[in-house]
């Protein structure tokens, strides 16, 4: 496939994302895909790492590949995605689980379908260029592939400000946040990979790791948790109206982009989730939302204008301070049999 490389080399299975163009932006066929070569080498004594990268120096996965979604939904078809997303919410649960380490190099944008794919695994290694984001309530959306997990366990009200305004983090701020493990210089990387290979052990990481640059999100950490503190959208707005610091106004530009019914939705899935939730919880969470989005949300709405007509002028269905509390517990409502269900490893 063009798109993905798999294969097996020294004592590694390598899996490198080979679509630097777009971002390594993740399809349907690349998800089976890795599913299958998780499977195949669990059992295979001759494979005792997975190392996990990209081509490209911008982008180790910017997101899903959503163009798809958008022409079989507005056409009425809702089963395109809903298996996209069971198939890779269930990738997602067996990259967290795996019996063997899975090392992944985070270049570059790592957003959305990027951080489900290598923000779960064992080893998270950071680069200079390390930007991580779940920006998904810019489409309409909510973070989902288990970026809901770990935004509820992000320190103090760090979840909630990611989730609602698609910080970047850089390499610093994803370590204090706890989307990655390691800060390793990129020029080291291509060493290290070779050493991954070549031994099998992860513990060459720690011998080529730095201490990470230092993380404007935990120096920021007491404004965030005052002014994200709580689950009631119109009052986070307005404690940041009120604040008026720079870090007050860049998150009131960020969210007056993004769908209030989503921020809302994200809110109420980061309290119910809480700190001791597993990744399993958050992606049948989750997936109560990806079921019903085209329907009784914004998504649709949020990829015609970012990606389709790219006119930036989404019309969303709700104002901030007007979003029904009913609309966020109808998307959070149990599915019944259409419950996402995922296999104990």
Not at 167 to 196: Q, T, Y
Request: some cysteine; hydrophobic content about 40%; glycine content about 10%.
């Amino acid at each position: 496939m063009s798109d993905i490389q798999i294969r097996t080399e020294g004592r590694a299975g390598r899996i490198t994302l080979t679509r630097p163009k777009a971002l390594n932006a993740l399809t349907y066929a690349m998800c089976t895909a890795i599913e299958e070569a998780l499977d195949r080498w669990r059992n295979d004594d001759s494979v005792a790492l997975v190392l996990l990268d990209a081509e490209g120096d911008k982008a180790f996965c910017a997101g899903g590949d959503i163009a798809e979604m958008y022409r079989t939904g507005t056409a009425g078809d809702y089963g395109y995605a809903r298996r996209f997303w069971r198939d890779e919410y269930r990738l997602n649960a067996k990259l967290a689980a795996y019996p063997k380490p899975i090392v992944a190099f985070l270049q570059g944008f790592t957003m959305g379908g990027g951080v489900g794919l290598g923000g779960h695994v064992s080893h998270r290694i950071t680069g200079e260029s390390s930007q991580v984001s779940m920006p998904e309530c810019g489409i309409g959306f909510v973070p989902d592939v288990g970026g809901t997990y770990r935004l509820a366990r992000a320190p103090g009200r760090l979840g909630a400000y990611l989730g609602l305004t698609a910080a970047r983090m850089g390499p610093g701020d994803a370590i204090h946040a706890g989307f990655a493990d390691s800060f390793v210089p990129e020029a080291r990387w291509p060493d290290l990979k070779a050493r991954l290979v070549r031994s099998g052990d992860p513990d060459a990481i720690a011998a080529q790791s730095d201490t990470p640059p230092d993380s404007p999100l935990a120096a920021a950490q007491p404004e965030i948790d005052a002014d994200f503190a709580g689950t009631d959208l119109p009052a986070i707005l307005d404690r940041l109206q009120a604040s008026g610091t720079p870090l007050a106004q860049q998150a009131l530009k960020a969210m007056g982009r993004n769908a209030p019914l989503s921020m809302a939705t994200t809110l109420r899935m980061l309290d119910r989730l809480g700190p001791d939730a597993t990744i399993r919880d958050a992606l049948e969470l989750e997936y109560r939302v990806s079921h019903r989005i085209m329907e009784q949300g914004d998504f649709l709405e949020g990829i015609r204008a970012a990606i389709i007509d790219k006119d930036r002028s989404p019309r969303w269905r709700h104002g901030a301070d007007s979003v029904p509390a009913g609309a966020v517990e109808a998307l959070l409502a149990p599915l019944g049999p259409d419950t996402l269900t995922l296999e104990e490893d």
